[in-house]
C-alpha cells in the first residue's frame, strides 16, 4: 500500500471489502502452512479478519464502515504508529498476492474511501510453479522444509493402480448431450436483471475500458531509448502515478499512440530538472502531433480517392455500356418550397426547375464546370475535394454551398472565396447536421436573414436620429456669398459703428483696469 501522507488513512475514513470466493480447507491449510511463514501471523489475522466482512455463503461488497473497527479488532492504536502497522501489514498481503487496495476520492465530501478486494489464495500446484513465492518460502523456513510441505498437499498414489503408465479414454458425456436448451425463445428481462445483479461484470467492464485507454509504464518503458537523456524521468513514471496520469490524460485527448508518447518524452524541456512533466509544453507538442497526423490522414484518405476515381474512370465506358442496356439512373425530385434562385449567368440557359434539379442531382464537379466558361481552378477543386471526402458531406449538400458562395459573390460582396471561408461554413454545417438537400436549403435562407439583420444594424448604428420626424442630421445655415453690388454704408451709419466701438474699448479697459 502506497501511501505518502498517513493524514489520508486513519481510523475516520471509511472502507469496504469486496471478494468473489469462499474459503475452503485446503485453502485454509495454504493460509497456515504456505503463506504465514512468509507474511507473518498478524497480516494473516488481518486477511481472515477481511474475509469474515461478509457471510461465508455470500461475495460482493461489505457494507461501508469506519476504519476504526479494524482498528479495534486488531488492537492497534489509533496513532501514527498503530497506521503505519497496519499499512505495512497490508503491503505484505498486496505482495504475495492476496489483498489488492484501491482509493476512491468522493469529491462531495472531499474525502477518500477504501476498497480491499481480497484474492483467493493458490492452489499448492500454482504455488509451488511461482517461481518467487516459492523462493520466499525457501528463505522463510529452508529447502528441505519447502520439500516436504509440497509432499504434504499430495495423496499418495496406490501401488497397484498403475495411473501414469495407463492409457485413458475420455468417456465423459458432453452437456448437449443430456440436455436440449430452448435458443429460440430469447428472454431479455432474465439477461438483464442478471446483469446487474452481477458485480463481477460491472467491475472487469470498467477495468477493460480503463485498460483500453490509458497506457502502461512496461508499454513506454520497452519503446523508450536506452541512450535517450529523458529515460531516468521515464524510468520515475514506475512509482509515480500521478505522473503516469497526466500522460494518460494527454494520451486520450489527443488520441495519440505508444510510439508517438516515446517521442514526445524523449523531446527537450519536457521534464523539469526535477524530473517532474512539464504539462503545457507536453500538450503543446501533442497538439502539433495530432494535427499532423490529422493532415497526413486527409492527404492519405484523398489520394486513395483519387486513385479510386482514376480507376473508375478508366472502367467508365463499360459501366456506361451496362447502362445503356438497363434502366436509367434515379432522379431526385426537389418540393417547390425549397427552390433556389436561378444565378445570373444562368438565366439564359435553364430555369428554375431545371436549376435546382441540377443542383438536387448532379455532382459537384460538374457542377464547378458550368460556373467557369474555361477550366476550373485548382484551388477550389481541392477545397471541396477535402469537403467531400474529409468531412463526408453529402453531394447535394456540397451543391448548395457552392450556390451559396456564387451568390456572395454576385451579390457584390467584398467576401473571397478562400479555404478558410469555405471550411468554416462546412464545419458550421456539420455542427448543426445538416445532411440533406432541404436542411442546406435552410441553412443559407437562415444565414441570409442574419446578414440582412446585421447590415440593417449596422446601417442603424451608423444613422442616428434626433427626435421623432426629424431628419438624420440637423441642417447647418450656410453662409451666403454677399455680392457687392449691394449698398453702401452710409456716412451716419458709419459715424455710428465708430462710437459703438469706442464705447466697447472703453468698457474694456475699465474692466482691466
Same mark, same amino acid.
Given at each position: 500500500?502506497?501511501?505518502?501522507?498517513?493524514?489520508?488513512?486513519?481510523?475516520?475514513?471509511?472502507?469496504?471489502?469486496? &471478494?468473489?470466493?469462499?474459503?475452503?480447507?485446503?485453502?485454509?491449510?495454504?493460509?497456515?502452512?504456505?503463506?504465514?511463514?512468509?507474511?507473518?501471523?498478524?497480516?494473516?489475522?488481518?486477511?481472515?479478519? /477481511?474475509?469474515?466482512?461478509?457471510?461465508?455463503?455470500?461475495?460482493?461488497?461489505?457494507?461501508?464502515?469506519?476504519?476504526?473497527?479494524?482498528?479495534?479488532?486488531?488492537?492497534?492504536?489509533?496513532?501514527?504508529? +498503530? &497506521?503505519?502497522?497496519?499499512?505495512?501489514?497490508?503491503?505484505?498481503?498486496?505482495?504475495?498476492?492476496?489483498?489488492?487496495?484501491?482509493?476512491?476520492?468522493?469529491?462531495?465530501?472531499?474525502?477518500?474511501?477504501?476498497?480491499?478486494?481480497?484474492?483467493?489464495?493458490?492452489?499448492?500446484?500454482?504455488?509451488?510453479?511461482?517461481?518467487?513465492?516459492?523462493?520466499?518460502?525457501?528463505?522463510?523456513? +529452508?529447502?528441505?522444509?519447502?520439500?516436504?510441505?509440497? %509432499?504434504?498437499?499430495?495423496?499418495?498414489?496406490?501401488?497397484?493402480?498403475?495411473?501414469?503408465?495407463?492409457?485413458?479414454?475420455?468417456?465423459?458425456?458432453?452437456?448437449?448431450?443430456?440436455?436440449?436448451?430452448?435458443?429460440?425463445?430469447?428472454?431479455?428481462?432474465?439477461?438483464?436483471?442478471?446483469?446487474?445483479?452481477?458485480?463481477?461484470?460491472?467491475?472487469?467492464?470498467?477495468?477493460?475500458?480503463?485498460?483500453?485507454?490509458?497506457?502502461?509504464?512496461?508499454?513506454?518503458?520497452?519503446?523508450?531509448?536506452?541512450?535517450?537523456?529523458?529515460? &531516468?524521468?521515464?524510468?520515475?513514471?514506475?512509482?509515480?502515478?500521478?505522473?503516469? +496520469?497526466?500522460?494518460?490524460?494527454?494520451?486520450?485527448?489527443?488520441?495519440?499512440?505508444?510510439?508517438?508518447?516515446?517521442?514526445? /518524452?524523449?523531446?527537450?524541456?519536457?521534464?523539469?530538472?526535477?524530473?517532474?512533466?512539464?504539462?503545457?509544453?507536453?500538450?503543446?507538442?501533442?497538439? /502539433?502531433?495530432?494535427?499532423?497526423?490529422?493532415?497526413?490522414?486527409?492527404?492519405?484518405?484523398?489520394?486513395?480517392?483519387?486513385?479510386?476515381?482514376?480507376?473508375?474512370?478508366?472502367?467508365?465506358?463499360?459501366?456506361?455500356?451496362?447502362?445503356?442496356? +438497363?434502366?436509367?439512373?434515379?432522379?431526385?425530385?426537389?418540393?417547390?418550397?425549397?427552390?433556389?434562385?436561378?444565378?445570373?449567368?444562368?438565366?439564359?440557359?435553364?430555369?428554375?426547375?431545371?436549376?435546382?434539379?441540377?443542383?438536387?442531382?448532379?455532382?459537384?464537379?460538374?457542377?464547378?464546370?458550368?460556373?467557369?466558361?474555361?477550366?476550373?481552378?485548382?484551388?477550389?477543386?481541392?477545397?471541396?475535394?477535402?469537403?467531400? /471526402?474529409?468531412?463526408?458531406?453529402?453531394?447535394?449538400?456540397?451543391?448548395?454551398?457552392?450556390?451559396?458562395?456564387?451568390?456572395?459573390?454576385?451579390?457584390?460582396?467584398?467576401?473571397?472565396?478562400?479555404?478558410?471561408?469555405?471550411?468554416?461554413?462546412?464545419?458550421?454545417?456539420?455542427?448543426?447536421?445538416?445532411?440533406?438537400?432541404?436542411?442546406?436549403?435552410?441553412?443559407?435562407?437562415?444565414?441570409?436573414?442574419?446578414?440582412?439583420?446585421?447590415?440593417?444594424?449596422?446601417?442603424?448604428?451608423?444613422?442616428?436620429?434626433?427626435?421623432?420626424?426629424?431628419?438624420?442630421?440637423?441642417?447647418?445655415?450656410?453662409?451666403?456669398?454677399? %455680392?457687392?453690388?449691394?449698398?453702401?454704408?452710409?456716412?451716419?451709419?458709419?459715424?455710428?459703428?465708430?462710437?459703438?466701438?469706442?464705447?466697447?474699448?472703453?468698457?474694456?479697459?475699465?474692466?482691466?483696469?
Amino acid at each position: 500500500m502506497r501511501m505518502k501522507n498517513l493524514h489520508h488513512y486513519t481510523e475516520h475514513h471509511r472502507y469496504c471489502v469486496y &471478494r468473489e470466493f469462499g474459503l475452503s480447507a485446503l485453502d485454509d491449510r495454504m493460509l497456515t502452512g504456505a503463506y504465514q511463514p512468509m507474511v507473518g501471523a498478524f497480516a494473516v489475522g488481518l486477511y481472515r479478519l /477481511l474475509f469474515q466482512h461478509l457471510p461465508g455463503e455470500q461475495v460482493g461488497y461489505s457494507p461501508l464502515e469506519q476504519q476504526r473497527r479494524l482498528f479495534m479488532t486488531l488492537g492497534l492504536e489509533p496513532s501514527e504508529k +498503530g &497506521r503505519k502497522y497496519l499499512v505495512e501489514q497490508a503491503s505484505k498481503l498486496e505482495a504475495v498476492g492476496l489483498l489488492q487496495t484501491s482509493r476512491l476520492y468522493i469529491p462531495e465530501n472531499d474525502d477518500y474511501i477504501y476498497e480491499y478486494e481480497l484474492q483467493p489464495p493458490l492452489s499448492p500446484a500454482e504455488f509451488f510453479r511461482t517461481q518467487h513465492l516459492t523462493l520466499l518460502l525457501r528463505d522463510k523456513i +529452508g529447502k528441505f522444509a519447502v520439500l516436504s510441505l509440497r %509432499s504434504g498437499f499430495s495423496a499418495v498414489e496406490n501401488g497397484d493402480a498403475p495411473y501414469p503408465v495407463a492409457n485413458k479414454e475420455n468417456i465423459s458425456v458432453p452437456f448437449y448431450d443430456l440436455f436440449e436448451l430452448n435458443t429460440h425463445v430469447i428472454d431479455y428481462e432474465l439477461e438483464q436483471a442478471l446483469s446487474e445483479v452481477s458485480t463481477t461484470a460491472q467491475r472487469t467492464g470498467t477495468n477493460d475500458t480503463a485498460e483500453e485507454n490509458s497506457l502502461n509504464y512496461a508499454d513506454i518503458i520497452l519503446r523508450f531509448p536506452r541512450e535517450s537523456v529523458n529515460r &531516468r524521468h521515464v524510468e520515475q513514471l514506475r512509482f509515480d502515478h500521478e505522473q503516469l +496520469g497526466i500522460v494518460n490524460y494527454v494520451v486520450n485527448k489527443f488520441n495519440l499512440s505508444v510510439q508517438d508518447v516515446c517521442r514526445l /518524452l524523449d523531446e527537450d524541456d519536457i521534464f523539469s530538472p526535477q524530473g517532474q512533466l512539464i504539462l503545457d509544453d507536453l500538450q503543446h507538442k501533442a497538439s /502539433l502531433q495530432f494535427r499532423q497526423t490529422k493532415k497526413r490522414h486527409e492527404q492519405q484518405t484523398v489520394q486513395a480517392a483519387k486513385v479510386v476515381a482514376l480507376r473508375q474512370h478508366m472502367e467508365e465506358p463499360e459501366r456506361k455500356e451496362k447502362e445503356d442496356s +438497363g434502366e436509367p439512373p434515379v432522379e431526385h425530385g426537389v418540393q417547390m418550397e425549397y427552390y433556389v434562385e436561378v444565378p445570373p449567368q444562368f438565366m439564359t440557359k435553364c430555369d428554375i426547375h431545371q436549376y435546382n434539379m441540377m443542383l438536387r442531382n448532379e455532382p459537384y464537379t460538374r457542377l464547378l464546370q458550368t460556373f467557369f466558361p474555361g477550366a476550373v481552378p485548382d484551388n477550389l477543386i481541392d477545397i471541396f475535394e477535402k469537403i467531400d /471526402l474529409s468531412y463526408k458531406l453529402p453531394g447535394e449538400v456540397i451543391n448548395v454551398l457552392i450556390h451559396y458562395l456564387m451568390a456572395l459573390l454576385v451579390s457584390g460582396g467584398e467576401q473571397r472565396i478562400n479555404r478558410n471561408f469555405v471550411e468554416a461554413i462546412a464545419s458550421n454545417m456539420l455542427l448543426k447536421q445538416v445532411n440533406s438537400y432541404e436542411k442546406a436549403v435552410q441553412y443559407i435562407r437562415d444565414q441570409a436573414k442574419v446578414k440582412g439583420k446585421q447590415a440593417a444594424g449596422a446601417a442603424g448604428t451608423r444613422t442616428r436620429t434626433y427626435g421623432k420626424g426629424t431628419k438624420a442630421k440637423p441642417e447647418i445655415p450656410i453662409v451666403q456669398d454677399v %455680392s457687392s453690388d449691394g449698398d453702401a454704408v452710409s456716412e451716419e451709419e458709419f459715424e455710428e459703428m465708430m462710437r459703438f466701438a469706442q464705447q466697447m474699448q472703453a468698457s474694456k479697459q475699465k474692466g482691466t483696469s
